[in-house]
């Protein structure tokens, strides 16, 4: 589908081009404007997509969509890379109206939806060496996903629209994928990954406490009484490693131990 979707947004850039002249123009009625949209002129948040500002607009976004999307649409497919793409394109258009609902700006242009695709590409692919246009420098999808990354949160914060860039686009269409990618595959890296193992981290806290909280344990020595029931020594490192790397981590040994800790607190010692 990269391919049709390159034709698509340079035939809408050739009738944009085409009726620049004319009054009041193509790119008037696709762009995503805020008084339009209070219009209920709903359709821009999918037609401003395929809209550009100029040359060099569509052809970065088209080398993207080309350089990023070849790898991801053969693992997505043609079905999930298209709703990828939109689904990106759409947050990234609600995101950019949202934070502009008090200017008279418009937005136009793919890079909401591309950087979906890149955002995608790099939590799949992110050894995957890259070449850069400007400058020519090699990079991971990794390295290139946190540069460009940092530098649109950096920019949106600043609040400002004087370079004509739509960064809250970029940005919206980027977490778009980010979460499109979580749903639907096992991701090899996030951008997100620390803030993730410090969740999982309290996640599996959590769940050890609360495996902790299920065990009334008598005090006992580190052995074994003597008709076979667990000690405590055991059971508390059995939970401390709950806690500390998840259920996922238990051996079979160590879910029969706590198997037969639960039936001696029921009375049951069969």
């Known amino acids: 589908m990269i391919m049709p979707l390159i ?3 340079v035939a809408v850039f050739v009738l944009q081009m085409l009726t620049e002249t004319t009054a009041p123009g193509l790119t008037a009625y696709i762009a995503l404007q805020r008084e339009a949209v209070s ?3 709903v359709w821009r948040f999918g037609t ?3 809209a550009h500002g100029g040359f060099w607009h569509i052809f970065v976004n088209m080398w993207g969509l ?3 999307g070849r790898n991801l649409e053969r693992t997505l497919g043609p079905s999930r890379f298209l709703n990828l793409y939109f689904i990106s394109g759409l947050v990234g258009g609600f995101a950019w109206t949202l934070c502009n609902w008090n200017t008279l700006s418009y937005c136009v242009g793919a890079s909401g939806a591309v950087f979906g695709v890149t955002m995608a590409a790099a939590m799949l692919y992110p050894n995957e060496r890259i070449m850069l246009l400007f400058p020519p420098i090699p990079m991971t999808l990794k390295t290139f996903m946190i540069v460009f990354g940092g530098i649109e ?3 949106a914060l600043q609040a400002s629209n004087a370079d004509g860039i739509a960064h809250m686009a970029h940005l919206g269409g980027g977490f778009a994928g980010y979460f499109y990618v979580k749903k639907h595959y096992n991701p090899l890296w996030s951008p997100f990954s620390f803030f993730e193992e410090l969740a999982a981290q309290w996640r599996r806290h959590s769940e050890g406490e609360a495996w902790r909280r299920g065990f009334k344990l008598h005090k006992n020595d580190d052995a074994p009484d003597d008709d076979g029931r ?3 020594a055991e059971v508390d490192r059995i939970l ?3 806690g500390s790397q998840g259920m996922g981590s238990l051996t079979s040994e160590e879910r029969s131990t706590l198997e037969r800790c639960k039936r001696y607190q029921r009375g049951n010692k069969d």
Request: charged content about 15%; proline content about 5%.
């Open 7 to 9: 034709w698509a947004n």
């Open 39 to 41: 219009e209920f002129q």
């Open 48 to 50: 401003y997509m395929f």
């Open 66 to 68: 080309h350089l990023f």
């Open 153 to 155: 949160v950096i920019t």
């Open 230 to 232: 667990p000690s405590v």
């Open 240 to 242: 401390d490693k709950i």
